[in-house]
């Protein structure tokens, strides 16, 4: 059950993070391509791991009874993130590099609420494989209610 409220909870904060604004801004750009969505995926996919074992490594070398603490100051963190967006610039000639988007897009993702979100629940809560999971499908899901939603401008 924790399990699903944490997956449901990373896919709302995912549903307006940095990353899709980033991923809508390439894709008005350089048109709709199914190489975009599958770099987001892959980016997603990273981001989410990354922050899983970073979760579960937290978990491991603090003290158990500090993990709710912790937790709450990394829901904090988040809170703060989501409320407080970065400005992003539209780019004028983006680059056709499919390593240079999924870097982009990874990058943007790393300090993103939902991907704190995961590193929180997996201090703790769930086992580090299945906040990953879950991450990963919120993710996913996010980039792909965007890729089916947004209209390319050329």
Do not use: N
């Amino acid at each position: 059950m924790m399990g699903v409220l944490a997956a449901l909870l990373v896919f709302l904060c995912a549903l307006g993070g940095t990353a899709q604004l980033q991923f809508v801004q390439l894709m008005q750009v350089l048109g709709r391509r199914y190489s975009l969505i599958a770099v987001a995926v892959l980016s997603a996919l990273a981001s989410a791991a990354l922050h899983g074992w970073a979760g579960e490594w937290l978990g491991c070398i603090v003290p158990e009874k500090w993990h709710y603490p912790v937790i709450s100051f990394v829901l904090l963190v988040a809170t703060v993130r989501f409320f407080v967006k970065p400005k992003l610039r539209t780019p004028k000639e983006p680059t056709y590099s499919l390593g240079a988007i999924t870097l982009a897009l990874f990058m943007r993702q790393i300090a993103d609420p939902a991907r704190l979100v995961i590193m929180a629940v997996a201090i703790g809560v769930v086992p580090a494989h299945l906040a990953v999971g879950l991450g990963v499908a919120a993710g996913v899901a996010a980039f792909a209610i965007t890729w089916f939603r947004t209209r390319p401008q050329k």
